[in-house]
């Protein structure tokens, strides 16, 4: 029963997409959408848990600069000025289009990705088995999307649509790296999550800011076997967090750890588009209690 309700619900979704993804006007649309994907009411009068929180700040938390942290490459720009060049991922290049891209030029290995979208990430091991006809396929798709309106998730809305080309980087496990992921609020660390196996069997741990193992999940299983040990550069991660998340109400700052050096990954102002599924309502409440919005618009 269960799951007839949920395939009813995902068909009901695509609907929605499909008729009033530009139409409805987003405080609408969204509330629309979270009933059917979360199978609740969204109470943005008084907003409570984690979820029902980020979409308040999707359609009342709205700032310039935020188009500049979602995005890829300006964002460069950004973590430049708050941290240093030296927290970033080498970049190979940038192009408005895929025929601008000379792929004979870039090196063994690298990795593609659009600046607007979250996804559409492209790795290349080995050039001479890279099928670079299905990349580009894939890059143009992407190119025309604008990825603000099927969750309306603002920052995104009028980003430059781009492809940018980064050096190809793994962990101690030479296979993957992992993503520590780190929550603010208010521009302080609350939280971290750590995901891995993405492209086996993707899993995520959550631990404190200082390395506590929290038995909870958002989205993705936990798997409480797998020992990930604290990162030795931990302090300075959540340092770079907080110069990264200053002046913010929420906001995920990303990074990666490789022999005890720090690189930016990336930043996410709405975890799971504001459509997490935690493994408790408690820890939902929780963490959404940690959300203060600001009180001049509620």
């Given at each position: 029963?269960?799951?007839?309700?949920?395939?009813?619900?995902?068909?009901?979704?695509?609907?929605?997409?499909?008729?009033?993804?530009?139409?409805?006007?987003?405080?609408?649309?969204?509330?629309?959408?979270?009933?059917?994907?979360?199978?609740?009411?969204?109470?943005?009068?008084?907003?409570?848990?984690?979820?029902?929180?980020?979409?308040?700040?999707?359609?009342?938390?709205?700032?310039?600069?935020?188009?500049?942290?979602?995005?890829?490459?300006?964002?460069?720009?950004?973590?430049?000025?708050?941290?240093?060049?030296?927290?970033?991922?080498?970049l190979l290049g940038v192009w408005d289009s895929v025929d601008d891209i000379d792929?004979?030029?870039?090196?063994?290995?690298?990795?593609?990705?659009?600046?607007?979208?979250?996804?559409?990430?492209?790795?290349?091991?080995?050039?001479?088995?890279?099928?670079?006809?299905?990349?580009?396929?894939?890059?143009?798709?992407?190119?025309?999307?604008?990825?603000?309106?099927?969750?309306?998730?603002?920052?995104?809305?009028?980003?430059?649509?781009?492809?940018?080309?980064?050096?190809?980087?793994?962990?101690?496990?030479?296979?993957?790296l992992k993503d520590y992921k780190i929550y603010t609020f208010g521009g302080e660390?609350?939280?971290?999550?750590?995901?891995?196996?993405?492209?086996?069997?993707?899993?995520?741990?959550?631990?404190?800011?200082?390395?506590?193992?929290?038995?909870?999940?958002?989205?993705?299983?936990?798997?409480?076997?797998?020992?990930?040990?604290?990162?030795?550069?931990?302090?300075?991660?959540?340092?770079?967090?907080?110069?990264?998340?200053?002046?913010?109400?929420?906001?995920?700052?990303?990074?990666y750890s490789i022999n005890d050096r720090i690189y930016f990954g990336e930043i996410?102002?709405?975890?799971?588009?504001?459509?997490?599924?935690?493994?408790?309502?408690?820890?939902?409440?929780?963490?959404?209690?940690?959300?203060?919005?600001?009180?001049?618009?509620?």
């Amino acid at each position: 029963m269960r799951e007839e309700s949920l395939s009813v619900r995902r068909k009901i979704y695509r609907k929605i997409c499909a008729l009033g993804e530009r139409v409805l006007p987003d405080k609408l649309y969204l509330e629309m959408l979270y009933q059917v994907r979360m199978g609740e009411k969204l109470d943005l009068k008084n907003p409570n848990n984690f979820d029902e929180k980020l979409q308040w700040l999707k359609l009342y938390d709205r700032k310039p600069e935020y188009t500049i942290m979602a995005d890829k490459y300006e964002v460069r720009k950004y973590v430049e000025e708050k941290l240093g060049e030296s927290y970033l991922i080498p970049l190979l290049g940038v192009w408005d289009s895929v025929d601008d891209i000379d792929f004979s030029m870039l090196p063994e290995q690298y990795v593609l990705k659009c600046t607007h979208d979250s996804g559409s990430v492209l790795i290349c091991k080995e050039k001479n088995t890279f099928d670079i006809q299905s990349a580009k396929q894939k890059l143009e798709k992407t190119l025309r999307t604008n990825y603000f309106y099927p969750s309306r998730e603002w920052p995104y809305k009028n980003i430059h649509p781009r492809i940018i080309a980064e050096k190809y980087m793994t962990d101690e496990s030479h296979v993957e790296l992992k993503d520590y992921k780190i929550y603010t609020f208010g521009g302080e660390p609350y939280l971290i999550q750590v995901d891995f196996g993405r492209f086996v069997e993707h899993k995520r741990n959550l631990y404190t800011t200082d390395w506590q193992y929290i038995d909870e999940e958002i989205e993705y299983p936990k798997d409480p076997s797998v020992q990930i040990e604290k990162p030795e550069s931990l302090g300075e991660m959540l340092e770079c967090s907080r110069k990264l998340a200053e002046g913010t109400v929420s906001l995920r700052t990303d990074f990666y750890s490789i022999n005890d050096r720090i690189y930016f990954g990336e930043i996410t102002f709405y975890q799971e588009a504001g459509f997490a599924h935690f493994s408790s309502e408690e820890f939902s409440r929780k963490l959404g209690e940690m959300i203060v919005l600001p009180q001049s618009k509620l």
